[in-house]
């Protein structure tokens, strides 16, 4: 959500930033400035560390869930080619520490999904495609897609879709776009080399049996319905 929201829900929150050889610092208090900002040190290095403390009067537990965190984090990774995230819990004596970072972006993730599953002759290398908007294109209908893809010899259908690195479990608009076009590619193919006849079609649901499939889509301004953020609406996508 950003950290306006942390910032709100925490009942103290300090930033620190390395720049130009210094250490800036800032701290809040439930969204309100509890230390106005102040140079506090000198660093050789740049970078911004946040640090938070969730409010326990807002929720009932304030105790971080490792798993979730990791699970998230991984997949944020897979989204960012190349991004390393490194997640330290170190509660216990014994710190646990995970590190991620995916050369082959989404197309890694396409594998994790499928690990374990088996995959047909031809296909054991996932199916990358990538576009963008036209240079030209209005400021509100700029963006870029990335899709990976594989099959496997199961009969179910894992799609997962995200727009701007959040999850849209319920679809929108850049994974219908996905669908469709996936389904009429397959019959037009299917057509051209007389697998098909001309009055004959398969359906989306048959084209997307045994697929792995993750959309990520970037977009200048993404446009979500409802609050949670968990389908897309932008038709331009």
């Excluded at 990976?148 to 850049?174: C, K, R």
């Amino acid at each position: 959500m950003g950290v306006s929201v942390v910032n709100a829900l925490s009942k103290k929150m300090v930033v620190q930033v390395k720049r130009g050889g210094k250490i800036y610092e800032m701290q809040f208090s439930r969204g309100k400035t509890t230390m106005k900002m102040k140079e506090v040190g000198t660093a050789k290095s740049t970078g911004t560390t946040t640090t938070f403390w969730p409010d326990d009067e807002i929720f009932e537990t304030t105790v971080f869930d490792y798993e979730t965190l990791r699970n998230r984090l991984q997949e944020t990774a897979f989204l960012d080619q190349n991004l390393k995230i490194v997640l330290k819990d170190e509660r216990e004596l014994m710190p646990r520490v995970d590190e991620f970072c995916y050369e082959g972006g989404i197309v890694d993730f396409v594998k994790f999904l499928n690990e374990g599953r088996e995959i047909p002759d031809g296909l054991k290398r996932p199916i990358y495609l990538t576009g963008k908007s036209e240079p030209d294109a209005p400021v509100d209908r700029t963006g870029e897609v990335e899709v990976a893809l594989q099959w496997n010899t199961s009969y179910s259908e894992t799609v997962m879709s995200f727009a701007n690195d959040i999850y849209t479990p319920e679809g929108g608009m850049h994974e219908e776009g996905f669908k469709r076009a996936l389904t009429n590619v397959l019959n037009a193919y299917g057509r051209k080399i007389k697998l098909l006849k001309d009055d004959e079609k398969v359906s989306g649901e048959d084209c997307r049996e045994g697929l792995t499939c993750v959309i990520s889509v970037k977009l200048t301004e993404a446009q979500f319905e409802g609050q949670t953020k968990s389908k897309l609406g932008n038709s331009e996508i």
